[in-house]
């Protein structure tokens, strides 16, 4: 058994994050059902429940410039603590937020706070990814989506008719608080370094990412990152939205639609490798591009719940298929990985930001259905992009050191 510099077995390091992703999954999954739902039961409008769901990515762009600079000075460990300890808290306070103003204030602490767990937890995981093997690449993504699409909708949708959204709340904040104490165990040591000095930061990373962006396929795989998460992120806020309030089915009709999207998305992740390994990263790129579209637009020309269904699965696919090639070509980046992770936060941030902000604006002007219609002209723009990248140097001969 492999043994890392920690003393971890290779074993223990795989369970340790599965174990982990899927309760910070869960607690994540619960609160992406439950939160639009509670802010349709405070008269919050389209463009309030968008704007709820993407500000905590406002927060989480503040802090993601200094977060990477963090977690190589302190590591990961600390940093993930800290964060974890705020998301809880923030949990705890949403039952008191009785209109849409004061969640929005709460949800944008929480993002601060996802800001340091994220991106802790990214650079841990990408630090031992030669450990575990590029071919479990897809278990870090998989096993947080096993929590936020599938145990965490399916908690959410069924416990919103059994409890009281208090009750919701003060469980998931308990729950939130489990992954902080495995963390704990599961990374022993941090290095350390000179002591953190606020001043120049900001500097220093934007130069960081300028330069790192300079990589055709970074740049490339920050572009997909950014826009698979803006679309993962309107589909979770609005496909509830849709069944719900237009639609009047009940909500767990709308957690089981989440739940089938992440199914699919688990499936690819976890045995999608081989895929990954035989074809060449563009091509699976498109594929999965041309799924998402064909699920989108499905999603906008039927109401029957089977078909929603069979929609929700086709976006999983494409997505949990983008997603694993991403995180492959993070894994084989070499330098350091506290910067790497940063960027991607930025990313994911940048996404889930404006994704669901952007969905509410068009929800509100143009109808529920028009938010899915405006995935489609995205994916075919980054299609072309990625098209034209193809023939890059750094596509046709591997990725290079990113310092």
Same mark, same amino acid.
């Given at each position: ?25 869960? /607690? ?6 439950i939160i639009p739902l509670y802010a349709i ?22 802090? *993601? ?17 800290? !964060? ?60 947080? +989506? ?19 959204? %208090?009750?919701?709340?003060?469980? *998931? ?33 934007l130069l960081d990412f300028k330069l790192i ?10 572009? =997909? ?15 509830? *939205?849709? =069944? ?6 009940? +909500?767990?009709?709308? +957690? ?9 998305f688990i499936f690819v992740v976890f045995l ?7 074809? %060449? ?14 699920? +989108? ?33 993070? !894994? /084989? ?12 936060? /930025? ?15 068009? !929800? ?40």
């Amino acid at each position: 058994m492999k043994k890392d510099i920690n003393s971890v077995s290779t074993r223990e390091i795989i369970l340790g994050f599965v174990f982990l992703n899927i309760l910070s999954g869960t /607690a994540s999954g619960v609160l992406s059902m439950i939160i639009p739902l509670y802010a349709i039961s405070i008269n919050a409008s389209a463009a309030q429940v968008g704007l709820i769901r993407g500000i905590s990515g406002i927060g989480l762009l503040i802090l *993601v410039l200094p977060s990477g600079f963090l977690v190589d000075y302190y590591g990961s460990k600390k940093l993930y603590i800290i !964060g974890g300890l705020v998301f809880s808290a923030s949990i705890f306070f949403l039952p008191f937020a009785i209109v849409p103003i004061l969640v929005m204030v709460i949800m944008a602490f929480q993002g601060l706070a996802n800001s340091l767990r994220f991106t802790s937890l990214n650079a841990a995981f990408f630090k031992y990814l030669d450990v575990i093997g590029k071919d479990k690449a897809g278990w870090y993504r998989g096993s947080m +989506s096993l929590g936020l699409t599938f145990l965490g909708p399916f908690i959410g949708g069924y416990g919103v008719g059994i409890m009281n959204y %208090k009750a919701i709340f003060y469980t *998931v904040g308990f729950i939130s608080l489990v992954p902080v104490i495995i963390m704990v165990a599961l990374i022993k040591r941090n290095k350390t370094k000179k002591p953190f000095k606020f001043s120049g930061v900001f500097k220093e990373q934007l130069l960081d990412f300028k330069l790192i962006l300079k990589n055709n396929v970074v740049k490339q795989m920050a572009l =997909v990152e950014s826009l698979s998460t803006a679309c993962f992120s309107s589909f979770i806020t609005f496909i509830v *939205v849709l =069944v719900v309030k237009k639609y009047q089915y009940k +909500s767990y009709y709308a +957690s089981w639609l989440v739940i089938l999207e992440g199914s699919a998305f688990i499936f690819v992740v976890f045995l999608g490798g081989k895929i990954v390994d035989k074809y %060449k990263d563009y091509k699976l790129y498109l594929g999965s591009f041309v799924m998402v579209i064909i699920g +989108s637009m499905w999603i906008v020309l039927t109401n029957k719940i089977q078909f929603l269904g069979a929609a929700t699965i086709i976006i999983g696919l494409g997505l949990g298929m983008t997603n694993l090639i991403t995180y492959c070509q993070i !894994g /084989a980046l070499k330098g350091k990985k506290g910067k790497i992770s940063g960027l991607f936060s /930025a990313c994911s941030g940048l996404g889930s930001t404006f994704g669901p902000i952007l969905g509410g604006i068009i !929800g509100e002007f143009f109808g529920i259905k028009a938010v899915f219609i405006s995935f489609v002209p995205i994916f075919i723009l980054i299609g072309i992009y990625v098209i034209k990248n193809a023939t890059s140097e750094n596509e046709t001969t591997g990725v290079e050191q990113v310092s």
